[in-house]
């Protein structure tokens, strides 16, 4: 029976460990989604602004396409111009044959005839050479445009290059994004594990104390005396030894990766209204500066650390009862990115 015992005792002894395995593989995961979401945010900003400049590219090639259709009408236009110019020429060139038949045959018709003759024929040669001029003129203009209209379809075609060539880079940049941003997660989350595995260490079992996700839990007992934002000589005590813990593994860390302790307060349900505290939020935001500032003190830079009050707003036991309140009056520790 003795020997029963001993073995019914020994095989209860393994859940726990078992629980807290299981426990820990899960807060691993939510960890990781977590900042794979943040990191396909950030990747959605950094698409949105190469976006911007393949607009501003393609809306530039609209402009010159308009350009260029306009260039195409007006090249129409004189060629139609030009045309007509060459009818006109012919006409005048077969009036002027008219005219030279009309003085030889009447050459014999006597001295003041033949000046009226030569005189319109003269007329005729004036207007002949004007609408060759005008001919000529217009050629001109013509080889102008189409001179235009090549420089134009270049434009067009550098262009639309230069947008083939900023997708293919905006698709690069992304690939690169998303492998530097995995790359961010996997050390973030090593440190992070590093840092629950020492403060595991150094905190020992406690009941005030727990995970919950891939936070710290502290109930605020640990730190403060009801009602009030002022650290206790125990919890300044406390956050010596996480202080260290966070000192040394922020040297650890590669200064290339943006992390903060983010410090959040919480309260209970039950409403305060105090003159010093007139709401919930004013005592968990006065809750989690208080920790924040003495954390500095103890040498955590101050750029790698921020405060958030929730109220009552984020409870993680919905009951009405003094134990879901002790429960939920408690200050976290998160490390992510800012």
Do not use: C
Not at 48 to 54: R, V
Not at 67 to 90: I, P
Not at 199 to 212: C, K, M, N, S, T
């Amino acid at each position: 029976m003795a020997l029963s015992r001993t073995y019914r005792r020994e095989q209860l002894n393994f859940w726990p460990g078992f629980v807290d395995a299981l426990s820990t593989m899960l807060i691993g995961i939510v960890f990781l989604l977590s900042v794979f979401v943040l990191g396909q945010f950030f990747l959605s900003q950094e698409l949105t602004g190469k976006d911007t400049a393949l607009e501003r590219l393609n809306r530039q090639i609209s402009e010159l396409s308009d350009l260029l259709a306009l260039e195409r009408v007006s090249n129409r236009q004189a060629q139609e111009n030009l045309l007509l110019m060459q009818s006109t020429l012919t006409r005048e060139q077969s009036e002027r044959g008219r005219l030279q038949g009309a003085l030889e045959a009447q050459a014999t018709n006597g001295p003041a005839q033949l000046a009226d003759t030569q005189k319109a024929l003269d007329a005729e040669k004036q207007l002949s050479a004007r609408a060759q001029a005008t001919v000529e003129q217009v050629n001109m203009q013509i080889q102008a445009m189409r001179r235009q209209l090549a420089a134009l379809e270049q434009a067009i075609e550098a262009s639309e290059a230069k947008d083939k060539e900023s997708q293919a880079r905006i698709a690069d940049l992304g690939s690169r994004l998303n492998v530097a941003l995995a790359q961010r997660v996997q050390e973030l989350a090593r440190y992070r594990s590093d840092f629950f595995g020492r403060l595991r260490q150094v905190l020992g079992a406690r009941p005030d104390i727990r995970v919950v996700g891939d936070r710290f839990v502290f109930q605020s007992e640990v730190f403060f005396d009801a009602g009030q934002a002022v650290l206790k000589p125990e919890g300044k005590a406390e956050l010596d030894k996480l202080a260290t813990i966070l000192t040394d593994l922020g040297h650890e860390m590669p200064p290339d990766i943006p992390w903060i302790l983010r410090v959040d307060g919480h309260t209970d349900a039950r409403p305060i209204r105090s003159a010093q505290f007139p709401s919930n939020w004013s005592l968990s935001t006065a809750r989690a500066v208080a920790v924040v500032e003495y954390l500095i003190t103890r040498g955590l830079p101050a750029d790698r650390i921020a405060a958030t009050g929730f109220g009552e707003f984020q409870p993680l036991d919905l009951a009405s009862n003094d134990e879901a309140y002790r429960r939920n009056r408690r200050i976290e520790f998160k490390i992510t990115e800012r």
